[in-house]
């Protein structure tokens, strides 16, 4: 039992460009939202679907600097990798973001944090590729899952610390 | 006077998504092109529009790298910065792209390279944003001034080196 309020997690597909949007709230201030995506060990704790195990290669999480993980589950491996083009404190974040599976197939991905007021925040984050068929590619391929049950398990996360 | 074959740039805007396309040809094989791009010695000899000078603060060409140099001319600066999502010798660069006086404008930028024979190769570099505005405004902007005079100089550097 937890007492945690999971927010709705809002996933469209821009109708004009390649792009998903990704928004959610959080009962937290932005700056504790924003750790949670810096510190490769918090990032660890929530980042991916439940049941999955990830291992962080490298998360440098500031401007010019990179990152991999890989997540498994039952056997198989899956590792994904990226720069960070610009890390701003509390705000943003602008990174690439490839599946090692399909290396040509590379995203650029925009997180910005929003101050609510009364300890909340709103994030938003935009996931831009070349071509709309790698865009629903990309949402059919059950990343769905993968967000909510993250982002469940950020609340709980923002909850205890 | 000088005999270098000056290949026509054919630069095309992607009618289905925010992309600009660039094509060249140059008579030099894959590996001296690449080279000319991640040596930021070579790099600096060509590159941006003629009478512009060209100050490398980074160039560290490689998987999960960065750079940053600034353009300068009759006193004003312009400066650039981005992270190399992955560089694949003689074959392929990926980064980012942002000018810095417009640091929410980044561009995903992908440069490919073919091997045509006989020494000489085909560049393809496109550029993806987030909006077709923010893509016609960078063509507007007196970019292919930039790329058809850089890579005039890099045909002179390559028929040198």
Known sequence: MTSTTHHETRIVS????????ITREFDAPAEKVFRAHVDPELFAQWT???GME??????DC????????V???????YAFNGAFHEVRENELIVQTFAFEGMPDDVA?????????????CRLTSTSLVDSFEGRDGFVAS?????????YEKLDELLARA
Chains 1, 2 share one sequence.
Do not use: C, F, W
Request: glycine residues 16%; charged residues 35%.
């Open 62 to 69: 500031r401007t010019g600097g990179s990152y991999r993980y």
């Open 48 to 50: 991916g679907p439940k």
């Open 14 to 21: 821009d109708p004009d460009v390649p792009l998903v949007r």
């Open 71 to 77: 997540m498994a589950q039952d056997g198989e491996e």
């Open 108 to 120: 650029l991905e925009r997180l910005v944090l929003e101050d609510l007021g009364d300890g909340r």
């Open 142 to 150: 059950g990343m769905e899952v993968g967000v909510n049950e993250g």
């Open 54 to 59: 990830i291992r962080i290669d490298r998360h």
